[in-house]
């Protein structure tokens, strides 16, 4: 079955505690954190300080997304703040393959992200050494923006070169899911949805849209 990540992006930041105790409730067991700088994507969100406030309230696993220009001067930091997994930009990685190495060193799980507009070739290079590969479906910044249809071509490839790789790797979808796009998402290859906006901004209760995304018939 389909994983579930809501991005806490779209939450109400007054109230972080409840919002988060409302989806673990839900039967969440995986939050994305969305980390952005102002200087790789146009919008600054979080730090370290709020990851580490969560942990210590949440027995939850923390998947951090860095959507930042340096991600290996900041790696330490999340991961003394409780990150499970790190997610970094492959756009932003000169090493990519001496940054993945840096964070499974600290013992967590380590992902890259590829922007809708970079071919996934270069996970040829690094698979061995990724828990996680996530695929954009919209351009890095913003929560709310429409799902960009080419990217089922993409995840189709990423888990077309998964089998050839026999990577362990699971595959995350990022940006515009919805009960709408998911069928299509899931149906493609992808393991983990994150779904911002359409978990914490809909007219439904945050619970039943977790739960239609986790039953959704792919036929
Ligand atoms: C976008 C972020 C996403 C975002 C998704 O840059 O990486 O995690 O919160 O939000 P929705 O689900 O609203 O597209
Ligand atoms: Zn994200």
């Known amino acids: 079955m389909v994983e579930i990540a809501p991005s806490l992006l779209s939450a109400d930041f007054i109230c972080l505690e409840k919002e988060i105790k409302r989806i673990k409730d839900a039967g969440i067991s995986m939050l994305?954190?969305?980390?952005m700088d102002g200087h790789f994507v146009p919008n600054i969100t979080v730090g370290p300080m709020v990851v580490k406030s969560i942990k210590s309230k949440f027995s939850i696993f923390l998947d951090v997304h860095l959507m930042i220009s340096k991600p290996d001067e900041y790696i330490e930091a999340f991961k003394d703040a409780g990150a499970d997994l790190i997610t970094v930009h492959s756009e932003t990685c000169l090493h990519l393959d001496r940054t993945l190495e840096k964070i499974k060193n600290y013992g967590i799980k380590a992902g890259v992200s590829l922007n809708p507009a970079t071919p996934p070739e270069i996970i040829n290079w690094v698979s061995e050494k990724l828990d996680l590969v996530l695929v954009m479906s919209?351009?890095?910044?913003?929560?709310?923006?429409?799902?960009?249809?080419?990217?089922?071509?993409?995840?189709?490839?990423?888990?077309?070169?998964?089998?050839?790789?026999?990577?362990?790797?699971?595959?995350?979808?990022?940006?515009g899911i919805n009960t709408k796009t998911a069928p299509s998402v899931i149906k493609a290859g992808a393991d983990i949805l994150v779904s911002g906006s359409a978990i914490f901004k809909g007219d439904e209760d945050p619970a039943d849209i977790i739960k239609q995304l986790k039953s959704t018939n792919t036929i």
Do not use: A, C, Y
């Open 32 to 35: 994305h954190i969305d980390v």
């Open 138 to 175: 919209v351009n890095p910044g913003f929560g709310g923006q429409s799902f960009l249809p080419n990217s089922i071509d993409k995840i189709s490839q990423i888990k077309t070169m998964r089998e050839q790789l026999r990577g362990k790797w699971k595959i995350q979808v990022d940006g």
